[in-house]
T-cell receptor, first 113, second 113 residues
Framework: AQSVTQPDIHITVSEGASLELRCNYS??????LFWYVQSPGQGLQLLLKYFSGDTLVQGIKGFEAEFKRSQSSFNLRKPSVHWSDAAEYFCAVGPITGNQFYFGTGTSLTVIP | KAGVTQTPRYLIKTRGQQVTLSCSPISGHRSVSWYQQTPGQGLQFLFEYFSETQRNKGNFPGRFSGRQFSNSRSEMNVSTLELGDSALYLCASSLSQVNTEAFFGQGTRLTVV
C-alpha cells in the first residue's frame, strides 16, 4: 500500500539557519514525489516535484529536495530559512490512480528571530 | 491566468443539514479532485472527476458525493452533516489525466455545530 511518512510533526529553527524536513514513502513503483507548503488558512502551494532524472530538484523560494531510492526518502532542504517560511509542509506521492495523491501528515515549521 | 477558485470560503452548518461546495478549476483543466483536511487525519482523498465522470473515490461514506459539469466546474455535496465533517475541504485541478501536477484552491472551511 502507498503511504507517506513525515516523522517530524513540528520543527523550530532560527532565522538564517539551515532546514531539512524529512519524508519517507512507500510505493510499489517509481514514485512521483512532491512537496507542498500551506500557510494558515490557505490552500497548498507546490514547492517542487520529482518525476525522474536528476535526483536533486530545485524548487521555488530557494527550496531543494533530494530523491534517494535506496532510502525511500525525499527530504526537503533550504540553506537559510526566512521568517516567511513559517508554514505547514506536506510531502506527497502520486498520482496513484487518476490524479489521486497520498499526503504525509505534515510538518509544522516555526521560525524564531 | 486565474487559479483554482473555491466558494464559499467559510460555512457554518447545523448537524443534519446538507451543504454544497463549489470549485472552479484553472481554465483548460479537466480534472478536479477533492480532499478533506482535518488536524487528526491530515489530507484525505475524497474523489476525482475527469470530463464529468468520477474516476476515483476515496474511503468516505455515501453522504459525500460530487459531480462535474461540462465546463469542468465541480461541486461536492455532504448530506446529513455530522460534527466530524468539520474540516477544510480542498479542491485541486489538473490539466489532464496524464498531467501529474495538481494546483490547489484556498479551500472551504466547513464548521458543523
Amino acid at each position: 500500500a502507498q503511504s507517506v511518512t513525515q516523522p517530524d510533526i513540528h520543527i523550530t529553527v532560527s532565522e538564517g539557519a539551515s532546514l531539512e524536513l524529512r519524508c519517507n514513502y512507500s510505493y510499489g513503483a517509481t514514485p512521483y514525489l512532491f512537496w507542498y507548503v500551506q500557510s494558515p488558512g490557505q490552500g497548498l502551494q507546490l514547492l517542487l516535484k520529482y518525476f525522474s532524472g536528476d535526483t536533486l530538484v530545485q524548487g521555488i523560494k530557494g527550496f531543494e529536495a533530494e530523491f534517494k531510492r535506496s532510502q525511500s526518502s525525499f527530504n526537503l532542504r533550504k540553506p537559510s530559512v526566512h521568517w516567511s517560511d513559517a508554514a505547514e509542509y506536506f510531502c506527497a506521492v502520486g498520482p496513484i490512480t487518476g490524479n489521486q495523491f497520498y499526503f504525509g501528515t505534515g510538518t509544522s515549521l516555526t521560525v524564531i528571530p | 491566468k486565474a487559479g483554482v477558485t473555491q466558494t464559499p470560503r467559510y460555512l457554518i452548518k447545523t448537524r443534519g443539514q446538507q451543504v454544497t461546495l463549489s470549485c472552479s478549476p484553472i481554465s483548460g483543466h479537466r480534472s478536479v479532485s477533492w480532499y478533506q483536511q482535518t488536524p487528526g487525519q491530515g489530507l484525505q482523498f475524497l474523489f476525482e472527476y475527469f470530463s464529468e465522470t468520477q474516476r476515483n473515490k476515496g474511503n468516505f461514506p455515501g453522504r459525500f458525493s460530487g459531480r462535474q459539469f461540462s465546463n469542468s466546474r465541480s461541486e461536492m455535496n455532504v448530506s446529513t452533516l455530522e460534527l466530524g465533517d468539520s474540516a477544510l475541504y480542498l479542491c485541486a485541478s489538473s490539466l489532464s489525466q496524464v498531467n501529474t501536477e495538481a494546483f490547489f484552491g484556498q479551500g472551504t472551511r466547513l464548521t458543523v455545530v
